[in-house]
């Protein structure tokens, strides 16, 4: 345990498969929350980062940051203990060259970046079928010429062995799109990513491009990371943390509150909603900071009869108090994520990424067609928050938040502790 201020702090660690790979952590916590006399348990987790020190550099200083403004407006009666979840994720790449004559797959240094970058997927996804797939991409640079269809189908089965649900089965609705023509399509085009227009089919030529360009095969490793991150998050949420929530709450009567930024609010999420094989649990409080899911994920009947992915989190009041959700344009990552996913699907809507865009992101355009949803502001220090329990809101945090990492910030520390204390 150590201490942030008055906050003592826990860790807790998973895998890539959901399991606890420290199992001391979770007995030390229980030990602690009955020894103590804490009334609020607050759970935070990282999104997609490079290793643990980057994630504990978010937890000390977001916590520093709320310790200060309990501290300047406190909260009768409260005592507050926080743990943080560490989970195997890796930062979305972006390595895009602009000068397509920079970029051709005959220059052997830019090869040599992109078979690096395979490398490291392969580490981070650590599966059979995904590493055979990623050595045959491999295979398929280093001839500098490839054929077109053989690394599509490579990419595909890439696709393929990472596409898999929180229940552990293959995502039909994932790999429905991961077909030879548009993954042809987004090879072809290595600009996709700015200007926001697929090529016609058939127009251009993957073999023009293969021979001038690498950013296709680049975009589609970032795609493969993305993809890969939103399975591995929804799993250790469902998995891994939901049993421990489970396991905490029957021992201690602390109200549990859930924090999570990016790919980790999917991960926070995820916990509290269950599957159809993991009940869901309720909980307090839940904050979404710059969430990297969609932004129908708690969307009511989005497209035909459908609802988001975690409606029953609010149909189902799995959260007492409040659910906030920070988000703005200004974070290009989550947006170029979903542009992403929607040129897989060729859905390309006329500003990518914006609230109209089928596959926009929470982060950028806060939830959509939720019919509880308020929209408001992330407000100064001098602001006040009138948060309802069961409510949900919207924060858009363009002044202040200006890009997906830009959370250390004393008003997301606001935000965060009047939803606690609501």
């Not at 089965?169 to 991961?178: I, N, P, R, V």
């Not at 035909?304 to 906030?324: E, H, M, Q, S, W």
Request: charge should be negative.
């Amino acid at each position: 345990m150590t201490t942030t201020n008055s906050i003592p702090f826990f860790e807790l660690k998973f895998d890539k498969d959901a399991r606890l790979t420290e199992v001391a952590e979770l007995e030390a916590i229980e030990s602690a929350l009955q020894s103590g006399n804490y009334t609020d348990i607050l759970f935070i987790s990282h999104g997609w980062n490079n290793d643990m020190t980057e994630a504990r550099e978010l937890y000390d200083s977001l916590l520093q940051l709320v310790h200060d403004e309990i501290v300047d407006h406190p909260i009768k009666d409260r005592s507050f203990i926080s743990i943080g979840i560490f989970w195997p994720s890796k930062k979305f790449s972006h390595n895009h060259q602009k000068d397509g004559s920079a970029a051709a797959l005959n220059n052997r240094s830019n090869a040599a970046n992109t078979i690096e970058l395979c490398h490291e997927l392969d580490q981070f996804i650590n599966t059979p079928n995904a590493s055979v797939a990623l050595k045959n991409i491999i295979d398929c640079i280093d001839k500098k010429s490839p054929e077109p269809i053989e690394l599509a189908t490579q990419f595909i089965d890439l696709y393929h062995a990472i596409s898999l649900n929180e229940n552990g089965a293959m995502d039909e609705e994932a790999l429905k799109y991961y077909d030879i023509e548009n993954m042809t399509r987004i090879l072809e085009d290595p600009d996709f990513l700015e200007t926001g227009d697929l090529p016609e089919p058939g127009m251009g030529g993957a073999t023009s491009i293969f021979n001038g360009t690498i950013n296709g095969i680049n975009n589609l490793l970032n795609m493969a990371t993305y993809y890969q991150m939103k399975e591995r998050a929804g799993l250790i949420g469902v998995q891994g943390l939901n049993p421990i929530l489970k396991r905490i709450k029957l021992k201690c009567n602390g109200k549990i509150h859930l924090a999570g930024h990016s790919f980790g609010a999917r991960l926070m999420s995820a916990a509290v909603s269950g599957s159809t094989a993991v009940s869901p649990i309720q909980v307090q409080s839940l904050s979404l900071m710059q969430a990297a899911f969609s932004h129908y994920g708690f969307a009511e009947k989005y497209e035909k009869n459908f609802d988001g992915l975690f409606r029953n989190t609010i149909a189902k009041k799995y959260v007492a108090g409040p659910i906030i959700i920070t988000h703005t344009r200004n974070d290009k990552a989550v947006g170029i994520a979903y542009a992403i996913a929607s040129r897989l699907a060729n859905q390309v809507a006329s500003a990518v990424g914006d609230k109209d865009d089928f596959y926009g992101g929470l982060g950028s355009n806060g939830a959509q067609k939720t019919p509880e949803a308020n929209n408001g502001l992330l407000l100064d220090m001098d602001g006040n928050y009138s948060f309802t329990a069961g409510g949900v809101y919207n924060l858009k945090a363009d002044k202040y938040i200006k890009d997906h990492s830009d959370i250390k910030k004393p008003q997301v520390a606001k935000a965060l502790v009047a939803a606690m204390s609501t």
